[in-house]
């Protein structure tokens, strides 16, 4: 058993259970605290690269953000400033550097930098990066301490597990994962039928709900001080996704099901659906927006007008990464923006 791979477990599990959901697939694969991707393989930079690792901008302006929005709590004198799925730490740096500068000693004492962070990997590689900050750490949102807190959460969303259906005729049926006549792990349909998925379109034949969107909101809702929590991530503003299930390794996508633990796992987000249920709980939303028009509103122009000035000898590569990011035609446009936070607080920056 110590020498088994996650790939062996999954088929172990599935030999004597059955078939196990997508959903079950992706927390495996993602999540297992042993032998899951995020635990064990962190791969920004090879696998994958996020906005933070393409501009220094991106970070520097959630930083900007993060002091506008501490200051519309009211500017506490201790809040809890967060990130969800910190990385190797490069978006919180970027972003502290410019939000002490901006919210001087008053904003700079009160921030108590929490990262929400279960990888003992990653963990070694943020206290490093961010040893000036001095951060603590929790493996959850849930146990974040109480208090006012700003939260930024960067290419998060779409790691969430995510449940799909398929229209088999006129039948809908939940997609899992079996094996097939050589034992290796194969796509299939459940044989029981599934009630239809929400908002699935009659033409639709494949919806894809992802069922961590509960926790989470949950987990913000259940917050007795005020807080605003940023989520930047790529998928359609109010359209349910089909098949989107996608993974990568060493920068090349690869069938989802060859590497698990091994391979980054993504899916689009259901930025419609995550606002209905935040509304519907009790939180205020603000978005979906996409990611270009957001970070031009926070000021993205005169960020990247100051770098190249102070840096003329690398100005083409300062702008042609910034552009990435705002650019519709790149990351400007599938990435979006939205804000969800506690009630009775003015509008977000960005939006």
Excluded at 230 to 249: C, E, I, M, Q, V
Excluded at 264 to 272: A, K, N, R, S, Y
């Amino acid at each position: 058993m110590a020498d088994m791979t996650l790939k062996d477990r999954i088929i172990r599990l599935i030999e004597t259970d059955g078939p196990i959901p997508v959903s079950t697939y992706m927390q495996l694969a993602l999540h297992d605290t042993a032998q899951g991707y995020y635990a064990t393989r962190p791969g920004l930079g090879t696998d994958f690269i996020t906005a933070p690792e393409v501009s220094q901008i991106f970070g520097e302006l959630l930083g900007l953000w993060a002091v506008h929005e501490w200051k519309a709590l009211g500017e506490p004198g201790t809040f809890q400033l967060v990130e969800i799925g910190p990385g190797r730490g490069t978006l919180m740096a970027d972003a502290l550097r410019l939000a002490y500068v901006a919210g001087g000693r008053k904003f700079a004492d009160a921030a108590q930098l929490r990262l929400v962070e279960p990888s003992p990997e990653l963990r070694k590689v943020q206290t490093e990066r961010l040893k000036d900050y001095e951060p603590a750490f929790s493996d959850t949102l849930s146990e974040v301490p109480a208090g006012p807190m700003v939260l930024l959460a960067n290419e998060y969303l779409d790691c969430l597990p995510a449940r799909q259906f398929r229209k088999d005729g006129g039948t809908w049926r939940e997609c899992v994962i079996g094996l097939d006549d050589d034992g290796n792990l194969a796509f299939g349909l459940a044989a029981d039928e599934a009630r239809a998925p929400e908002r699935s379109a009659d033409t639709a034949q494949c919806v894809e709900v992802q069922t961590g969107f509960d926790l989470l909101i949950a987990d913000l809702v259940t917050r007795a001080d005020p807080f605003r929590a940023l989520f930047l991530d790529y998928g359609p503003a109010d359209a349910t996704p089909g098949d989107s299930l996608r993974a990568f390794k060493l920068g090349e996508q690869v069938s989802p099901l060859a590497f698990p633990g091994d391979a980054d796992l993504t899916v689009d987000v259901d930025f419609g659906r995550l606002k209905r249920l935040a509304t519907k709980i009790g939180l205020d939303v603000t978005g979906p927006t996409p990611q270009g028009m957001f970070l031009m509103g926070l000021g993205a122009q005169a960020r990247l007008n100051q770098l190249v000035e102070a840096n003329p000898d690398h100005a083409e590569a300062i702008y042609n990464n910034a552009q990435r990011l705002i650019d519709p035609k790149d990351m400007g446009s599938r990435f979006k923006a939205i804000c969800l936070s506690s009630k009775a607080l003015p509008h977000p920056a960005g939006f």
